[in-house]
């Protein structure tokens, strides 16, 4: 059962989402899974999790996601109301949990709406601001205020000064204000949260994640996929898509070897529609190839279903035999 106030602020969001000329998935609102929405605009692809409080997300969840983002060239991103102890997420702030950003309904709609990007973003130390440093040299200069004058009028040292206009670190939001005000300028850099993939870091993974194929099924799906070379595979636990696997040669493979998949070892025809629909949904938008295995031995061949084709295990067995006489 989805809480009400998560529906609601899921309706907000996909709201955004559609007068921003985004394509958007089937929901996944109350699976508990890594994301709840992919959204798609142009070359933007967004991976969405959708929470009331960032700080309710688990480090493997976050793993997930920002690992679905990168196999599928996306970025990550979480919606929340909250941080902990229930406190309001402050709007034009962008909050960070296990590095994926984190904003406000409000935020979002400045972003995609407005076109108004966040300036501010929390850490340990408080709110912080990126300085134009070069601006702010030349302001202070025309001003003609030296280092040490300035740092004395705000309270700070020269060295910080100096750390300000080399952009080695960044502002607290507090002295930002005071060094406007006394420069007449905005010298605050605009946060972009849609940068380069690089911008998620390297991935570790977590010691409590203990996600890879548990069943007979899952065993021989992930062997075929490793004899056809989509060694780079991400185990999920609670969305439809169990596994999300791609080839790691970046010379010959691209997206169309990612493939999603959904397995359904005891399928009753709910769970295959449901599966089938989420697992198409997602291949559309993010571009990559879609299928389903089932455990029933009963399915015609060459089966396909609004897109998706659904191998039995009999007839995965069957390539996968196929293709080590080949190799």
């Not at 309270?155 to 952009?167: A, D, F, L, N, Q």
């Not at 010379?251 to 769970?271: A, H, L, Q, Y």
């Amino acid at each position: 059962m989805i809480n009400e106030e998560l529906q609601q602020f899921y309706q907000e969001i996909t709201s955004i989402l559609e007068n921003s000329q985004f394509q958007l998935s089937t929901p996944l609102l109350g699976f508990g899974g890594c994301f709840d929405l992919v959204a798609k605009k142009q070359n933007l692809l967004l991976l969405i999790k959708i929470v009331l409080n960032i700080d309710s997300l688990r480090e493997e969840q976050t793993f997930e996601l920002r690992k679905l983002s990168i196999m599928l060239e996306g970025f990550p991103l979480i919606v929340g109301k909250r941080i902990r102890n229930n406190v309001d997420i402050e709007d034009g702030v962008v909050y960070t949990r296990y590095e994926i950003p984190a904003v406000s309904v409000a935020t979002l709609h400045n972003l995609l709406i407005n076109h108004l990007p966040p300036l501010i973003y929390a850490c340990r130390g408080g709110f912080k601001v990126k300085f134009d440093g070069a601006l702010l040299k030349e302001k202070r200069l025309a001003k003609n205020y030296s280092m040490g004058n300035l740092a004395q009028e705000i309270g700070v040292s020269k060295r910080t000064i100096y750390e300000y206009e080399h952009g080695t670190v960044d502002v607290s939001l507090e002295t930002a204000l005071k060094i406007e005000e006394i420069l007449n300028e905005p010298l605050t850099i605009a946060i972009n949260l849609f940068e380069d993939m690089k911008r998620i870091g390297s991935l570790t993974t977590p010691t409590s994640l203990n996600n890879r194929p548990k069943s007979d099924i899952e065993r021989e799906v992930k062997e075929h996929f490793d004899t056809l070379g989509l060694t780079d595979q991400l185990w999920t636990k609670k969305i439809p898509i169990r596994v999300l696997a791609r080839c790691l040669d970046t010379e010959k493979g691209d997206k169309s070897t990612t493939t999603v998949t959904g397995i359904s070892e005891e399928p009753t025809k709910e769970d295959v529609v449901k599966k089938v629909r989420v697992t198409y949904n997602i291949s559309k938008i993010a571009e990559v190839d879609p299928l389903l295995i089932i455990g029933s031995s009963d399915t015609p061949n060459k089966l396909n279903v609004d897109g998706v084709p659904i191998l039995s295990i009999d007839e995965l067995l069957k390539k996968k035999k196929k293709s080590k006489k080949t190799a």
